[in-house]
Structure formats: structure tokens, C-alpha cells
């Protein structure tokens, strides 16, 4: 470990009697409390911290803030590790460990460098053009392109640690906690009015912070850092204003919703977050505000020149942010270029701190209003010039600077003699952007100010207003008294009270106005015979001279060119180069930048994680798990459960040593033997009450309901208004303006969703209630033939003879001293019943209906038997219902009523739908009787040979498909129920179930659908 | 995410809804009556309005209603909430 060569002796906001621990790329280094991950590399003298996404060129920290583009670092290891984390925003912690990215083997030796040594081969588009064809050879291409261009690693294991959601109300949200962010809270915050204001960094005072005047100390009071203090005091104070730090207000939607993430324990080591073991790593928070004041700042955008993504080329403010704020000297000998005032006050900052400033380089020829005082202090300013190159490879070593033909003209020409000065720190400042993302999220207009050659708001859309630098108001004393009118005023429209007057400003850190004199200089043109890349878009590696090609293709359109060159679509969403890229189009096209427009601000501002917008639904979170109420008892009895949307159901119960499939095949034929019980709780269940339910019934199913008698059940069909099936059930008749509906379990929801629209929004004059009672009853079907002796055991007060309770009847009565109600209804189609008791009974009148069975060797069945005794019943599911299907295809013709008008019937009479060659509903038993028929097989008339490998094979119409399909061990052949063209007429005819994934074809005999007991004899027994 | 007044829960977020599509639109009396082209009228074809819209809205994750909303499609304002049956406000222009 070594010490910290580029650390200057005292000041800044960092605390040394705390010095921490953390690796880079493997390496030990130390830093202090307070320093972020990119402040502590450069006390370290580390200047190459990546490599570029597409050229592998050496990069270093270009910002302090969350618009870095370089500086992107993969962030812990295992479960928690991190792609594309910002240095420049990581808090250092003790054992924090990092990687650089995009670099193989090593930061230092890259090999993937070479292809700098060919960029001129690899212009904008460059994948386009070249990999386009042969189609066929891009998944070889691919591999590579993506190993070369990779970004960081995502995880591969589950995050351990925990996100949290969080709703939040209030009467003002305020975005930014800078000077104009402070003052909008205290005077909204005075009002009473409830505030919520957020700030992405981890101490509120947004710029202040980076300036030498604020850093105080005993030693030094400052009056900026007495405001900051006594505001954040006064604020934390109000019960209603909450005030979250490190929290980015990354989206702005509709209706004045905005979503903030709170970075809670992202500057923790592992053992500080574990102390409190439920304090989530994240929040994310939602919140509904009735105005909004954005006091988002500026950032400070770059000038392009060649060479200009050497590490050590630095912007202004930010060199200036790591000398103040975090006692750290970037570099030892600086050259500052710059179009405006502004980066004066870094260079005598840097100076200050001990770093020697070589030249100020101004492209104004006159220069600013800071440049007599820095004359004054021996700095060599030269004014009318820019920086044409950046030399050096992993480190600045020197610029080149000529003079401007025209003053600080955009399409200037350099010219005269070349001037170059050695030094290992560039600062580079080209004015300021307004942060107007949030703005323009919210659907606001933005507007292009000459004056200061930025973008600041426009109309407002929505109720928020921008204040301070956010909306191009760069002095600290006018952000302030703008920060307090905004808050004041979104407070007072949010109904509380009239603004009080802004706080007394005291005294003003210096503050020089930002705006660039003039045209800016956007970027400067090559030194005649110069060829360095002039980066606009250093994360995406992004020319002025792809940018030049792009036009030149065509992309006029900022928002093609954006496509084209990939410009501004990096993680950072060019927050320091659009502006640029858009000022060079406007001068290839020689238009004004208003007129070239911007492009869309979408959130989120900054990334966001996906553990974050995931929250708490995670693992067994992700969705509710229903169970029925006799669960407990399937798991002791060994059930292996399957999931059936949201609830458990049992699949089979296996005996000790039995294989699955043995299982299933002796409980499916146990039922036609003897007796079984299965849990069907998780059919839906609704209560439909009121004098015109039967009428209701007879408008939503296909059959006719209005002779259903009290006491009787009836299966029904019902279609959707295009006239396809949607689901089937019975519904009984409980009493005179009673009924009770069963549905599918799949279609539990949403038959109910019908039922609603239809009574509310069709026919509202009708006197109908429905209520969904599913989970009210639990439900067991009994089906064998010994199920009425069974049932005769516990429910003797009813009288279950034939003649008493036929088939589709219903009886109330006590079942195992439960009341209940027993439905003589069959899905097997054995003699069979269902009994509903209430849930809390279920587990009980289920252990009695086994005990009572045990004299007739009852036994339990899991959904698998139950589907092999459906299908070999033919009744239909979901694998026949699939929403394309029409009653008719399923063999419902008949039961549509003539007589009456039913949702879907007219629509089922579509020519569509009535087609002689519709696929219709078939059993198919293969012609050997042993061999399994495929799942999804298509069915064809001739069998499919083998497919040649040139290509050539014949098309084989394909006339219908496999819907469900089992070994029957009852009847012991494979079965399948199949649709198929005209499949009723086919009954006989030998076709082929052909599956090219499983790659056998298997002839089949075509048949009647219902393969046991068609006359139903056995369920009316 | 919009919130949307639910006239009889108040203002809920657009979560709690679900959407259903264009207001004003009666099932015909008589199905069998109508052509094909009149059928498909009804059952298919829906306005695609700028401006101020006529819609159904169900408070799903509420109190199961379902409600006539009017929306403007550019701008997401919303101008009035009524209960089914009930009558649009004037000055629509859906």
C-alpha cells in the first residue's frame, strides 16, 4: 500500500482521522471518509480507471458527478456485484473492492487495443455495412462483436440483499438540494406545506460544495457553509418536510407521479448495513406531488479537440470539485481551455491548492472578466487560442495550442504557429447545459437560450416549475432568491399560505457568469495534417468525424443520427455530449440548433437497478401461492404439488418406491375400480343471487337456463361476442333466485370480470348480484364406482338412491356433521359427486370422507389421473379451449339455442366460423395401440418421410394438431383428443401424428372423442 | 401513471384500473337484425380520437365499478368521471 502522492495537506470535506481501505483492480489503496471511489484513485495517482467500448483506448475520470461517461467500474463481487457503476458516485466504504471494464487482459495492456490501430475502418455504421451479410454468418459474428464491445458483468448469482418500494404524498416535491433546491424548501417548507426534497449526492448544497469559500472549517468559517448548515438544520426540523439524501429523482410521469431512488446502504461496507438487518440497500420511491420545483443544476459540457479523451482531460468544475471538496490535486501541472468565466475560478482554486497552472487557453479574444485577475497571479492566458491536440497514451503529457482564426467562432479555422505545453491535467470547460432532463420528461417544452447557447425550459406541462441553474441562472445569489420564488409559489398553488420573503443572502461565494461570450466554441477543428479522434461521446466512442460521415450518409435528423452513431445512448444518455453532437450537426447543415431540434429525455436520469424496480417480489414473493384447505393433508399423504396459476394443487401421491408415472396410471384406474377423492377447491365459484339471475344466465351461456329447476345442475358453454368458446361449468340451481356457477380454475377471474361487465355495463336494468366465493367453500369431487356407498357413511340424512338424487342433482345436508352441499356432477365421467362444506371444514369433512372410504379401499388422486379420466371422458380443458375454437368445433353445436339471443351467438355464425373445413374435436388411438402419440403433434394425411438435408422436402399440409394427449391404463392404449380438419367426418380414417421435435410420426386411427362409456351409463348408474 | 378519480373510491392510481376501451357503445337489442357490416360495427370498430375521449374504466383493485371517464388522449387530463348510464358532460368532442 502506498500513501497518497496526489492528496494536498489539509482542507476539504473529507474526514482523515478515518482512513479507509479498498482495491482496484486488485490492488490495495487508501482513502478517507468522505472521498468517493474516483476522488480516492486520484489521490492514488491512478489515472486509468477503463478502457473505451469500442476502440479500447485508456481512460480516466472526466466529471465528479453522476454524468460521468468514463470513469464506469464493475462494483463488488458475487451476488452483489455491479456492472457500469460510476466511480465518481461511489462513496468509498472500507473494503470496497472494484474492477475496471473493458479491458482484457489487463487496464494497463489491452489487447483489444489493436483495434484503434484500425478505427479508420471502423466508421459510424460500421457494423451495419460489414456484417450484414451472408444473414446466416452474424450468430458467428456476433460472439465476437460482443466479447470486443462488452460493458461490465452482470451478476450471475441472486442479490442478496434487500429493495424496498415505497408510496409517497406530498404538497411539494423538490428536486436538488443546491442553493436553489435549499431555498425552495425552506420558503415552501415554512409554509406548512408538506415537502419531500431529494438530492442524489450524499450531503445537500449541491455546487457550494466544490467551492473553495464553502469548505470552512474551524479555521475558516464560511458564510456559504453557514447556510447550507443552518438550512439543512431548520429543514430537518419541520415535521413535514423529509429531506433524503442520496436519493435521484430519476423519472417524471404522468399526473405529477415521479419515482426517486434512495441509495440507503450503497455507501456501507457489508458489515455496516448488516447492523440493522432490515434496512433495505435501496429504495424506491413513488410519489404523487401537487407541484414540483426542479433545482436540478447544470452540468458542464466539454470542447472537442483531438485527443481530448486522454486521461488527465478533465472538466473544469470537476478539477476544481476534487482540489476543494475532496483535497485531491488531479494533476501537477494544469492547462485550462475554456469559452467562458467559469473554469477562471478553477484554475485559481488550482492554484491555490498547489497545482501549477501552465496556460489558461481561452478561445474568447478578449478573454472574460476573470482573465486581468489571473494575469495578475502570473497565470499565461492566452486569449483568441484553443487546444488543437492532447498528446500522451494512459496520461496527458502536453497540449498543442493555436490561435483562432475567428473570434471563438464556431466553424473557426486554426491557424499560425503551434504552441505546446507540457502538463498532466487538462481542464476543459465549454459553458453549461441546464439539467432540463426532468422538465422535459415531464412533457415540458425546452427552448434553445443563445444567450448562454444551452437548452432551459419551456412551458411546463405539468404543475412544476425549474428554478437556479436548472433553468439557466448561474449566480448563487439569484438561484437563491429564484430557489425561494419557485418554492413559495408551488407551496401557495398547492394551497398553503402566502410566501414569506426569502431568507437574508449574506455573504456570496464568488460566482463568475457562465455563460460562453459569443458563439461558443463547440469543438475545435484539426491542426492542419492533424488526425488525433476527436471525441463528442466518449462512452460510446463517438467522433465528430462519425458524426461528419453520418450527415454526409444522409442522417440529417438529429433523431437518425442519434440511431446511426449510437451518440448520447450510453448509459449516460449523453449528459455531456448531446449539446455538442447537435451544435456540429447544426454546422454541417448550417442551421441554427434551434431549428436542428433535440432529442426526447426519457427516464430514467440516472440507471436505476433492477433489484430496485423489483422491490420485495422476488423469489416466493413474486406472486401469492394459494392452498386449499386441505393441503396439509396432501403434503403428509406425500403429494407433489403443481402449480395451477397461483394455487397448489396435488399432481399424484406416490407410494414409497413407486415412480411417478406408475402412480399416476394406478390411481386413474383405481377411480373406475373402486373409489378416489380429489381436491377441486380450486374450481371458481359464483354466487349469482337476484329475480332476473336466470334470465342473466341464459343471455351469457350458450344453452338455455330458464327451465333449470331448484335443486338441479346443468353444464354450460359460454362464448365471448366473437362467438369463441371462453369456458365451461355447471351452475345449480340452489334456490328460487339462486345460483351457483363453477368455472374453470384458470378462468376464475375472468369469467367473474364477464359476469361484472355484463351486469353493469349491457344490462344494468337487470336485478342480478354477483359475488366470487371461491375461497369460501372447499370442494372435493368423489367419483367411482363405490362413491355413493362412501358418501352414504357421512351423509346419511340424504337420501342418495338413483331415484332421490339422479345425475345433475343437488342436495343440501350435513356431510360428516358439516353442512354442506353435494352435487351429483361427473368430470370422469363415473359415478361421481362433489361436495362444497364450508373452507374451515374442508381438512375435516376430507379425513372423515377417507376414513369412511377406507371400508372400500378409497384412495386420493392428483390432477394427472384426473386429467387421463377427462380425456379418456373427452371432456374439453384449456388445451381445447384455447380461444380459437368455436362450440361447434368442440362439439357444442347442438347445445346453442335457437330460441334465444347469447353473447357470441350471433358472431358464431360468422362464415369463419361455420366453414366446412374448421378443425373439429377427434380421439386418435394409434393404429398399434402401444405407441405414445407425440404432445403438439401436427396431423397429416401422408407420413412425413425423412427430411431431406438439402432442404427440398415436400410441404405436407398440415390438418390439425394434438390437444391433449395420455396412456390410458384403463383402456391400456396411448389416446390423444385432437382437432382436425373436418375431424367428424373422419371417424375411421388412419392419419398421422407427425412431431418434428421429437422426430417420429405416428399413424392413428380417428374416433369418437369420448373413449369410456358414451352411453354415460356408468355416471347415471 | 395517471390517477384517475373513481366516483365512488376517489383519486386511485391507474394500477388499480383496468381499461375498457371506448364509452357509449350499446349491444344491440336485436343481434339478429343487424348485418354483418352493422355487427361488426359494433363489436370491432372504435374510435381513435385526439383530444377529448368518452371511455370505460373498472375500478378492478377497488370497488369493481366500472365508470365513464373522459380523457384527453394528448394530454392525459382528465375532464369528467360518470357513473354507467349516466350522460356525458357537453362540450366533448369525442
Redesign the interface.
Known amino acids: 500500500m502506498t500513501g497518497q502522492p496526489f492528496r494536498i495537506a489539509e482542507g476539504g470535506r473529507i474526514d482523515r482521522a478515518k482512513p479507509l481501505t479498498f482495491t482496484f483492480d486488485g490492488r490495495a489503496y487508501q482513502g478517507f471518509q468522505g472521498d468517493t471511489l474516483a476522488s480516492a484513485l486520484l489521490a492514488n495517482g491512478v489515472r486509468v480507471v477503463g478502457r473505451s467500448f469500442k476502440y479500447h483506448r485508456p481512460r480516466g475520470i472526466v466529471t465528479a458527478g453522476s454524468e460521468e461517461p468514463n470513469a464506469l467500474v464493475q462494483l463488488r463481487a458475487g451476488g452483489r456485484t455491479e456492472p457500469n457503476t460510476r466511480a465518481t458516485c461511489i462513496e468509498l466504504f472500507d473494503g470496497l473492492s472494484a474492477e475496471s471494464q473493458n479491458r482484457w487482459p489487463s487496464v494497463d495492456f489491452d489487447l483489444h487495443a489493436l483495434t484503434g490501430l484500425f478505427s479508420r475502418f471502423m466508421p459510424s455504421g460500421f457494423y451495419y455495412k460489414t456484417f450484414k451479410w451472408p444473414a446466416w454468418m452474424w450468430m458467428t459474428y456476433e460472439k465476437f462483436i460482443r466479447h470486443a464491445a462488452g460493458m461490465g458483468r452482470s451478476p450471475t448469482v441472486a442479490d442478496p440483499d434487500r429493495y424496498d418500494h415505497r408510496y409517497g404524498h406530498c404538497d411539494v416535491l423538490i428536486a436538488g438540494a443546491g442553493p436553489a433546491g435549499l431555498a425552495a424548501a425552506l420558503a415552501a417548507g415554512r409554509t406548512g406545506a408538506r415537502v419531500i426534497v431529494a438530492d442524489e449526492r450524499c450531503e445537500p448544497g449541491g455546487s457550494l460544495l466544490d467551492h473553495a469559500a464553502t469548505q470552512g472549517g474551524p479555521s475558516a468559517p464560511s458564510a456559504a457553509a453557514d447556510w447550507i448548515a443552518q438550512s439543512v438544520a431548520e429543514l430537518e426540523a419541520m415535521p413535514e418536510v423529509t429531506l433524503l439524501r442520496r436519493c435521484t429523482v430519476f423519472g417524471y410521469y404522468d399526473h405529477n407521479m415521479l419515482g426517486l431512488l434512495e441509495q440507503v446502504a450503497d455507501h456501507q461496507s457489508q458489515s455496516q448495513s448488516k447492523a440493522d438487518p432490515f434496512q433495505p440497500r435501496q429504495r424506491l420511491w413513488q410519489v404523487r406531488a401537487k407541484q414540483v420545483v426542479l433545482a436540478t443544476g447544470a452540468i458542464e459540457r466539454p470542447i472537442v479537440f483531438a485527443g481530448n479523451d486522454r486521461p488527465g482531460v478533465m472538466l473544469a468544475a470537476a478539477a476544481r470539485a476534487y482540489v476543494n471538496r475532496y483535497g485531491v490535486r488531479p494533476g501537477n501541472r494544469a492547462v485550462v481551455f475554456t469559452n467562458n468565466d467559469s473554469a477562471y475560478e478553477a484554475a485559481l482554486d488550482l492554484a491555490a491548492a498547489g497545482v501549477a497552472v501552465a496556460a489558461i487557453v481561452d478561445c474568447r479574444a478578449e478573454g472574460g472578466a476573470l482573465t486581468e485577475t489571473a494575469r495578475a497571479q502570473g497565470m499565461d492566458c492566452l486569449t483568441g487560442y484553443a487546444v488543437v491536440a492532447a498528446k500522451g497514451g494512459k496520461r496527458v503529457t502536453g497540449v498543442t495550442v493555436m490561435a483562432l482564426a475567428e473570434d471563438g467562432d464556431a466553424g473557426g479555422k486554426v491557424t499560425g504557429g503551434r504552441r505546446a505545453i507540457a502538463c498532466d491535467l487538462v481542464c476543459v470547460s465549454g459553458g453549461w447545459n441546464p439539467t432540463v432532463h426532468l422538465h422535459s420528461q415531464s412533457r415540458g417544452k425546452v427552448r434553445f437560450d443563445d444567450a448562454i447557447a444551452a437548452f432551459v425550459p419551456g412551458e411546463s406541462f405539468q404543475a412544476e416549475r425549474s428554478a437556479g441553474a436548472a433553468r439557466g441562472t448561474f449566480a448563487t445569489a439569484a438561484c437563491r432568491a429564484e430557489g425561494a420564488a419557485a418554492g413559495g409559489e408551488a407551496a401557495r398553488l398547492a394551497g398553503f399560505g402566502d410566501t414569506p420573503p426569502p431568507a437574508p443572502s449574506g455573504d456570496e461565494p464568488r460566482q463568475a457568469a457562465l455563460a460562453p461570450a459569443g458563439a461558443p466554441l463547440w469543438s475545435v477543428p484539426q491542426a492542419p495534417g492533424g488526425h488525433g479522434k476527436r471525441f463528442v461521446d466518449q462512452q460510446h466512442d463517438v467522433t465528430a468525424e462519425d458524426v461528419a460521415l453520418a450527415v454526409r450518409e444522409g442522417y440529417h435528423s438529429v433523431e437518425h443520427l442519434k440511431r446511426y452513431t449510437t451518440l448520447g445512448m450510453a448509459t449516460d444518455q449523453g449528459r455531456t455530449s448531446n449539446v455538442i453532437g447537435l451544435a456540429i450537426l447544426a454546422q454541417l447543415l448550417g442551421k441554427d440548433i434551434a431549428a436542428v431540434g433535440a432529442t426526447t429525455f426519457r427516464p430514467p436520469y440516472t440507471p436505476v437497478c433492477l433489484g430496485a424496480i423489483t422491490g420485495r417480489e422476488t423469489g416466493r414473493h413474486f406472486a401469492p401461492t394459494r392452498r386449499s384447505a386441505m393441503h396439509p393433508w396432501h403434503q403428509a399423504r406425500g403429494a407433489r404439488f403443481v402449480a395451477a396459476g397461483m394455487w397448489l394443487r396435488p399432481q399424484f401421491y406416490a407410494r414409497p418406491n413407486e415412480a411417478m408415472m406408475d402412480a399416476i396410471h394406478r390411481e386413474a384406474k383405481h377411480v373406475r375400480q373402486h373409489v378416489g377423492m380429489v381436491d377441486v377447491s380450486t374450481l371458481g365459484k359464483i354466487d349469482i343471487q337476484g329475480p332476473d339471475a336466470a334470465e342473466f344466465l341464459n343471455r351469457v351461456y350458450i344453452n338455455g337456463f330458464k327451465k333449470l329447476e331448484t335443486g338441479r345442475c346443468r353444464y354450460g358453454v359460454m362464448l365471448r361476442e366473437d362467438g369463441l368458446v371462453f369456458d365451461d361449468g355447471t351452475v345449480t340451481r340452489l334456490s328460487e333466485n339462486r345460483y351457483l356457477m363453477t368455472t374453470t380454475t384458470a378462468h376464475a377471474g375472468p369469467v367473474m370480470a364477464h359476469l361484472e361487465y355484463h351486469l353493469q355495463v349491457t344490462w344494468p336494468e337487470l336485478k342480478v348480484h354477483v359475488v366470487s366465493v371461491t375461497e369460501e367453500w372447499s370442494a372435493i369431487a368423489i367419483a367411482g364406482p363405490h362413491s355413493r356407498a362412501v358418501l352414504e357413511r357421512v351423509a346419511g340424512g340424504i337420501d342418495m338412491s338413483n331415484r332421490a338424487f339422479p345425475f345433475m342433482g343437488f342436495r343440501q345436508g350435513a356431510v360428516a356433521g358439516v353442512p354442506g352441499r353435494v352435487f351429483r356432477i361427473s368430470f370422469s365421467g363415473e359415478l361421481a359427486y362433489e361436495i362444497n362444506v364450508p373452507a374451515d371444514h374442508g381438512l375435516f369433512v376430507w379425513e372423515a370422507m377417507m376414513e369412511a372410504g377406507g371400508a372400500f379401499d378409497i384412495i386420493p388422486y392428483g390432477t394427472e389421473a384426473m386429467s387421463i379420466l377427462r380425456t379418456e371422458k373427452g371432456h374439453v380443458v384449456g388445451g381445447e379451449i384455447d380461444g380459437r375454437t368455436s362450440a361447434d368445433d368442440l362439439g357444442f353445436g347442438r347445445m346453442m339455442s335457437q330460441a334465444k339471443d347469447f353473447i357470441g351467438k350471433h358472431s358464431a355464425r360468422r362464415p369463419g366460423l361455420v366453414d366446412g373445413h374448421r378443425q373439429q374435436l377427434v380421439g386418435l388411438t394409434p393404429t398399434d395401440r402401444k405407441t405414445r402419440i407425440p404432445r403438439g403433434a401436427r396431423i397429416v394425411a401422408e407420413p412425413i418421410g425423412q427430411v431431406p438435408k438439402s432442404g427440398a422436402a415436400t410441404p405436407v399440409g398440415m390438418i390439425g394438431a394434438v390437444t391433449s394427449q395420455c396412456y390410458s391404463p384403463n383402456l391400456d392404449t396411448p389416446i390423444a383428443l385432437a382437432l382436425v380438419e373436418r375431424g367428424r367426418d373422419r371417424h375411421g380414417e388412419i392419419l398421422y401424428a407427425a412431431s418434428p421435435v421429437a422426430g417420429i410420426t405416428v399413424p392413428v386411427t380417428v374416433r369418437d372423442p369420448v373413449f369410456i362409456d358414451p352411453q354415460g351409463e356408468r355416471l347415471r348408474g | 401513471?395517471?390517477?384517475i378519480p373513481c366516483p365512488w373510491c376517489g383519486e386511485r392510481?391507474e394500477d388499480e384500473f383496468?381499461y375498457?376501451g371506448e364509452a357509449h357503445i350499446a349491444?344491440p337489442a336485436?343481434?339478429?337484425a343487424?348485418t354483418?357490416a352493422e355487427?361488426a360495427d359494433y363489436?370491432f370498430m372504435r374510435k381513435n380520437t385526439k383530444g377529448l375521449f368518452q371511455e370505460?374504466w373498472?375500478h378492478?383493485h377497488g370497488c369493481?365499478?366500472?365508470f365513464n371517464m373522459v380523457r384527453d388522449t394528448v394530454?392525459?387530463e382528465i375532464t369528467a368521471v360518470y357513473r354507467?348510464?349516466g350522460k356525458p358532460p357537453e362540450r366533448t368532442d369525442s
Do not use: E, N, Q, V
Request: proline share 4%; aromatic share 8%; hydrophobic share 40%.
Open positions: 401513471m395517471l390517477l392510481d383496468t375498457g349491444r336485436s343481434p339478429d343487424l354483418d355487427w363489436l370505460r373498472m378492478a369493481r365499478r366500472w394530454t392525459h354507467m348510464g
